[in-house]
């Protein structure tokens, strides 16, 4: 049995401009999120200063999440669904969004130690 899967998903030499911009970043992860096939129940983004932004996109699934150093032009980002979803078309989405040069991610399975029957 397992709950869910999460992706943690690194993104290297992406465009600074774009990790900066709150806005842009808050439609990217609603777009990758519908391109998942998740339904979007609502999102919160948050500009630091002087530079950096903070987001979480909450679905019905789960939610993803995003963190940027545009000074290194870097992103961290976390996919996590607890329902049947392609979710290697979210990490190619982002990847391209944010003109990604560099990536890696990882795939957990959450829940799987969970006995159904106790």
């Not at 999120?33 to 983004?45: C, E, K, P, R």
């Not at 870097?74 to 669904?81: E, K, L, M, R, V």
């Not at 392609?86 to 799987?112: C, E, H, I, P």
Request: contains cysteine; hydrophobic residues 40%; negative net charge.
């Amino acid at each position: 049995m397992e709950l869910g899967k999460h992706i943690i998903l690194e993104l290297y030499d992406c465009d600074t401009k774009k990790l900066d911009d709150t806005s842009f970043l808050e439609q990217a992860l609603r777009d990758a999120a519908t391109s998942m096939g998740a339904t979007i129940l609502s999102s919160n983004f948050h500009p630091f200063a002087p530079i950096g932004v903070s987001g979480v996109v909450i679905i019905k699934e789960s939610h993803l999440t995003i963190h940027t150093w545009p000074e290194y032009g870097y992103a961290a980002i976390d996919i996590f669904t607890c329902g049947d979803m392609d979710m290697q078309v979210g990490v190619d989405f982002l990847k391209n969004a944010l003109s990604a040069q560099r990536f890696s991610y990882k795939t957990l399975v959450r829940g799987k130690g969970i006995n159904p029957n106790s």
